[in-house]
């Protein structure tokens, strides 16, 4: 279907080591996994996201369930993460680091790292309005991408300040696109009424061009939240990690306040941006939580996986033994050996065709199997294996009985024969 993708073995083996390397980041920084459902009722999305935004206003799955009630796919994880923290009195629990992984949905034209159905990682801090709290976050974000291999990030940062000065900013912004009204792309002239600020990133020429002298946001901030965006440069300047102050960045999200920021890649072609996130201190409270800070970010894995495809290759984890078995008898006594093998942690792939053994063994051969354990009729008769080592050729029989009792020397056997290996 469009927009959406399957994503074969070759594929998974790169979303797993994201994941892995996700899960440890996340753990050595104390943060803690979220699970949240993917459909929602829509309301929360609408409150929680904001009615102006593309997202709500055209990008969500939303329809009726057999019960009439209106549902929609997540279109991201914030407002989920943030409903459980509430209905879950998370928020008597000291400060929360959460992350999460998953499926996302929304209704846009599909393109390169770009689909309906998609996938985030995210991360949430909710209860810390430390500057501290901004600087944890970015650091997890560029020290994950940093060690996934991506370089050449480039981190823009800004400040949309409080709900005050974002209101006081957006009218001095309307106040001076009003006159151009004529000269801006179709789209933004409807934003120019519905979502102002999103002007500011529009991709169109003409009307980069006007935004280029309009009113710099910076400029509204109040002296507070000047000090925190100073306070939020400092630390990352302490961090060593490189940013640039950005006064047209916005978030496409309402709910935003104070720092945003964007982390893009000069890898990816069309679409660079890897990670946004940003301060949401009102989100909580506007969902009916009790009032509480908080500071998170998105990376899109589909991106990320496109930039560790064309720079890496992964292997898949690698065979210990193939079982190759022809007759009753043998094929019988082999599947319960191949059973017995994998609970000592081997990993193991059994022949199932019951053709010839020249051809089974042929297959051992391509499976990168470190041996091969065969049985055919004399082995069933006799209750033995025969361990065929598949690089030096060199074979040996087993009693069956014997084989647990001989986990450690075949354990050893494997590495040492998987070193040798060209
Ligand atoms: P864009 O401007 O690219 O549409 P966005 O501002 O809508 O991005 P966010 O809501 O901030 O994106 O989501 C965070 C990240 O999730 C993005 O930076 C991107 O990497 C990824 N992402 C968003 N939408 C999609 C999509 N449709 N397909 C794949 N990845 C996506
Ligand atoms: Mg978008």
Redesign the pocket.
Same mark, same amino acid.
């Given at each position: 279907m469009r @927009?959406t993708r399957d994503i074969l073995p070759e594929e998974v083996v790169y979303w797993q080591q994201v994941e892995a390397i996700a899960r440890e980041q996340m753990a050595q920084a104390a943060y803690r996994e979220i699970r949240t459902p993917i459909f929602e009722q829509t309301a929360l999305f609408e409150r929680g996201i904001g009615e102006a935004t593309?997202?709500v206003g055209k990008?969500m799955y939303t329809f009726r369930d057999r019960g009439g009630r209106s549902v929609t796919l997540r279109?991201?994880g914030t407002a989920g993460v943030v409903r459980a923290f509430i209905e879950h009195g998370l928020h008597t629990q000291g400060v929360q680091r959460l992350w999460y992984i998953g499926p996302?949905f929304?209704y846009?034209r599909?393109g390169a @790292?770009?689909?309906?159905?998609?996938?985030?990682l @995210?991360v949430e801090v909710l209860g810390s309005a430390s500057p501290r709290a901004d600087a944890e976050v970015i650091a997890l974000a560029t020290g994950l991408l940093n060690r996934l291999g991506l370089s050449e990030l480039r981190l823009d940062i800004n400040s949309l300040g409080t709900a005050d000065d974002r209101a006081r900013y957006r009218q001095a912004l309307v106040d001076y696109l009003t006159p151009y009204h004529a000269e801006l792309d179709p789209d933004s002239q409807d934003r120019l009424t519905r979502n102002p600020l999103r002007i500011l990133?529009s991709k169109v020429k003409r009307t980069q061009e006007i935004v280029q002298s309009a009113p710099n946001l910076l400029e509204y901030l109040c002296t507070d939240s000047q000090q925190q965006f100073a306070q939020v440069q400092q630390l990352l300047t302490d961090l060593g990690i490189p940013y640039q102050v950005n006064p047209r960045l916005v978030?496409?999200?309402d709910y935003y306040t104070h720092t945003a920021f964007?982390?893009q890649s000069a890898e990816l072609a069309g679409?660079?941006?890897?990670?946004? @996130?940003g301060r949401y201190d009102g989100l909580v409270a506007q969902l009916g939580g009790p009032a509480t800070p908080a500071v998170g970010?998105?990376?899109?894995?589909?991106?990320?996986i496109i930039l560790l495809q064309q720079r890496q290759t992964v292997a898949p984890p690698e065979l210990d033994f193939y079982v190759v078995a022809r007759g009753q008898q043998a094929e019988a006594q082999a599947i319960v050996l191949a059973q017995t093998l994998r609970q000592f942690g081997f990993r193991i792939e059994m022949d199932l065709s019951g053709s010839a053994f020249g051809k089974q063994l042929k297959r051992a051969d391509r499976s990168g199997a470190v041996a091969c354990l065969i049985l055919g009729d004399a082995e069933a008769q006799t209750q033995t294996v025969q361990l065929k080592w598949l690089l030096s050729g060199e074979q040996q029989t087993l009693r069956q009985d014997d084989l647990p009792s001989k986990v450690h020397e075949l354990r050893q056997h494997v590495t040492t024969a998987r070193q040798s290996r060209p």
């Open positions: @927009g593309d997202v990008e279109p991201e996302m929304r846009e599909p @790292g770009r689909q309906r159905q998609f996938h985030q @995210g990133d978030r496409g999200l964007e982390i679409q660079e941006t890897v990670c946004g @996130g970010w998105a990376i899109g894995l589909e991106r990320l």
